[in-house]
């Protein structure tokens, strides 16, 4: 829902109920008294607020002090500033330091302060629209990087560890998407598409070889128990074995950092452990999210499938 309401603060009782008459065909308002007020509401309420306006002159602080807290806090919603002539000089500083949208003077004239709001208003609901829309595009583009990752690992794998990757790399996938694996963060303020590309090619091959290092640490254990105890060994603090073949993981990130770590960040050397495991086992894995931990179940191997990778890529997206 984008928010739709005014909030406006002032410390003359009078002054908000006026306000409130004045403005309240156009939008819905709320009202406070103090600067810590007006707080206590932008922290409660404050995804419902389109506009806020401040009177300056308050007896416990100035309401630009409000505005510049609205802003490190809420940067979409509109701020404004209502002074006396004798304060605008307080005004424009604050426009300037990027603390409100613009200032509307006391006394008020009263067409004028109804249009100001209403292009507040409209200022307001077209950056929820732009907001909406980035959200939209980077969920993509976050999707579309998380499948790219995916289809890179079986690079990885085949060309780093070993050719008959699939049923290692299938279960792989699928414990992420049983785990909860989220899609990788992109910021693209620090970063273009050309940077992004070279980050993640870097990356994969960072991750290849640490697979490639981890692997004779694994060996190719012939049993489940065998299978378990060798992960338990490499990593003792992160999964404990349960039982003669089971274990439990503590740490939802190791199963699935290769493909939700952050763009430009290397694998340390636990991060590819519990890939390079299942490429070293000649078993099947199942995974079971459990009050905070992962059950992690050895089971008989099975056939990957002739459509295993879009299929996993599939249950990838679906889980986000």
């Known amino acids: 829902m984008r928010p739709d309401k005014i909030l406006y603060v002032d410390d003359e009782p ?48 100035y309401g630009n002090e409000l ?47 109804r249009a100001d709001l209403r292009n507040a208003l409209e200022l307001s609901s077209l950056r929820s629209e732009r907001d909406e829309m980035l959200r939209e595009k980077l969920a993509v583009q976050q999707q579309q990087l998380l499948a790219s990752r995916a289809a890179q690992l079986a690079t990885v ?93 503590n740490d939802r990130t190791l199963l699935t950092w290769p493909l939700e770590g952050a763009v430009g960040e290397r694998p340390a050397e636990a991060q590819v452990a519990w890939l390079a495991w299942l490429l070293a086992i000649d078993f099947g894995v199942t995974v079971i999210p459990a009050d905070g931990v992962f059950i992690v179940q050895l089971t008989a191997a099975s056939a990957a499938g002739d459509d295993w990778l879009a299929g996993d890529i599939e249950e990838l997206l679906q889980a986000l």
């Open 14 to 61: 009078m002054a908000l109920k006026y306000f409130e008459r004045l403005v309240s065909p156009i939008a819905p308002v709320l009202t406070a008294l103090s600067v810590e007020e007006g707080r206590a509401i932008l922290r409660e309420r404050g995804h419902e607020i389109a506009v806020l306006i401040s009177d300056q002159r308050m007896p416990t602080a």
């Open 67 to 113: 505005l510049r807290y609205a802003r490190d806090h809420h940067p979409t919603m509109v701020r404004m500033l209502t002074t006396a002539y004798s304060e605008l000089g307080e005004a424009i500083e604050a426009i300037n330091t990027g603390e409100i949208y613009r200032y509307i003077t006391k006394p008020w004239d009263l067409e004028n302060l």
């Open 157 to 249: 794998c085949a060309g780093f560890v070993r050719p008959d990757y699939e049923a290692g790399l299938h279960a792989f996938l699928t414990a992420a998407a049983a785990s909860g694996c989220a899609a990788p963060a992109i910021d693209w303020r620090a970063m273009d598409h050309a940077d992004l590309m070279q980050n993640e090619a870097q990356r994969g091959v960072a991750i290849g070889q640490a697979l490639a290092a981890w692997m004779p640490r694994f060996g190719r254990p012939t049993a489940p128990a065998e299978a378990a105890a060798a992960l338990a060994r490499a990593l003792p603090t992160q999964f404990t074995l349960q039982g003669e073949a089971g274990l439990v993981a």
